[in-house]
């Protein structure tokens, strides 16, 4: 399996353009499933999650075209629908979490359709009552195999609108409920939906397919049920998740570098909290430069107590963000509490980092306090192992600051969801080599 080699400790430079969203790819590239019509979508990125969600819809019988880099039309006209009862799909299903969000869609528009236990990031119970729960409340019946290690869904006489308040803003959860809603019979309302900027793309895109969904934006959805979805188009966001990522990337390693298109205002607090970290953040039209500074100064509150940042769902802190800010803080002049509340795995790379030199301590499985060493110190190259996508990537971040050599194992966790990451960075400067 590769490896990363990377001889830190380079200032970096130059302009960097996030890749499309994954998140959102994943929820929309699902959508096409509602209709037998013509989807076409673009800026869609060559990472490893999506190019299994898409291999998954080939094998099933979706026409997939990719007339140009980046740009996908998806056509669903002939399902083959005993495919979603093989081993094959069984196995490649298990490894993508994001693969759950057919559910809604081939339930909604066959009635049936079964997924196995989803997998994704290690990073803590990641329950998926609540995708289950609404949809049996618009009519499905719900069957457990664990023998197979598979669900499965019926709804022979098609599902019905009803009332449903979610019991958390799950985004999958929410993105599955919408997709089925759109083709029930009466009208949804959706309560306590999740509203990232993902779920507004999701419904603005089944909306020009032809559903009809208001309330967009809010977490109180109205959706009433069409018999027949369209063709459309839709362009992904750019990536808010890699966007935080440039922005930590260049106060770490004391660089200047542009961020292009960022669809600014579809970021929320994430440039506020980076900011609050003593991070200079200038937007120039559609773009953020990021100064290079030798230091970085962390804010406290008005009593003068300890800055804390934690995650929230939106317009919260994005949880995916959480590890690079606490990468960050590592080389801040000052200290932070960093709260991970919705995931309890997600702080245990931090043991890679005090490896690494880092002075943090580690609370509890969602609370870790960080002294920031204000740069005097450097972290130091070390061999290490990436246990999840954003971990992996605060890790490379903090090995390309670091004196010395890194080496990062298991960056399969990486490509799942950073795209060509690797040539990207060498590009602004960076000493990072793929090594088998």
């Known amino acids: 399996m590769s490896k990363f080699k990377i001889n830190g400790g380079l200032k970096l430079s130059g302009s960097i353009t996030p890749q499309g969203a994954k998140n959102e790819a994943l929820q929309v590239i699902c959508a096409c499933l509602l209709t037998d019509k013509k989807i076409s979508i673009e800026n869609v990125p060559d990472i490893h999650d999506v190019n299994k969600l898409i291999e998954i819809l080939k094998q099933s019988g979706v026409k997939v075209e990719n007339p140009v880099k980046g740009t ?7 399902i083959n629908h005993d495919y979603f009862q093989s081993e094959e799909y ?6 993508l979490r994001g693969s759950v969000m057919i559910m809604g869609p081939l339930l909604a528009r066959f009635g049936k359709i079964a997924i196995p236990h989803p997998g994704g990031d290690k990073i803590g119970r990641r329950r998926l009552d609540t995708h289950f729960d609404g949809l049996i409340q618009l009519g499905a019946t719900l069957n457990i195999s664990n023998e197979d290690s598979k669900y499965e869904l019926i709804a022979p006489n ?6 449903i308040l979610l019991d958390e803003a799950s985004v999958t959860g929410t993105a599955n409920i919408i997709m089925a809603a759109s083709l029930a019979k009466g009208n949804t309302t959706l309560f306590n939906a999740a509203c990232e900027p993902y779920i507004v793309q999701l419904c603005k895109l089944l909306n020009q397919m032809g559903a009809k969904i208001t309330g967009i934006g809010s977490n109180l959805l109205y959706i009433e049920g069409v018999k027949n979805l369209h063709e459309a188009k839709h362009r992904l966001l750019a990536d808010m998740i ?7 990337m260049a106060a770490m390693t004391g660089s200047e570098i542009t961020i292009k298109d960022v669809n600014i205002e579809e970021l929320g607090i994430i440039p506020q909290t980076f900011k609050r970290m003593g991070i200079q953040i200038i937007q120039k039209e559609n773009d953020l430069l990021i100064p290079r500074q030798e230091n970085y100064t962390l804010e406290t509150f008005f009593d003068d107590s300890i800055l804390t940042i934690s995650d929230a769902p939106w317009p919260g802190f994005t949880p995916d963000l959480i590890s690079i800010i606490l990468v960050v803080a590592t080389q801040a002049n000052g200290s932070v509490l960093i ?11 931090v043991d890679k980092l005090i490896d690494m030199g880092a002075k943090i301590i580690l609370c509890d499985p969602h609370r870790a306090t960080v002294i920031g060493m204000n740069k005097e110190s450097n972290l130091r190259g070390i061999q290490m192992s990436s246990p999840d996508i954003r971990a ?21 966790q990486i490509d799942r969801g950073y795209e060509a990451i690797d ?9 990072i080599e793929r090594i088998p």
């Open 72 to 78: 996908f039309t998806f056509q669903a006209d002939k």
């Open 423 to 431: 040539e990207r960075l060498r590009k602004l400067g960076a000493d």
């Open 392 to 412: 992996g990537v605060a890790l490379l971040i903090a090995a390309l600051s670091a004196k010395g050599t890194s080496i990062i194992e298991n960056i399969h």
């Open 90 to 95: 069984l196995n490649l299903g298990g490894k």
């Open 339 to 349: 709260h991970q509340k919705m995931f309890e795995s997600r702080l245990f790379f």
């Open 158 to 163: 098609g599902l019905k609108g009803k009332y």
């Open 242 to 248: 890699e966007i935080g990522s440039f922005i930590g």
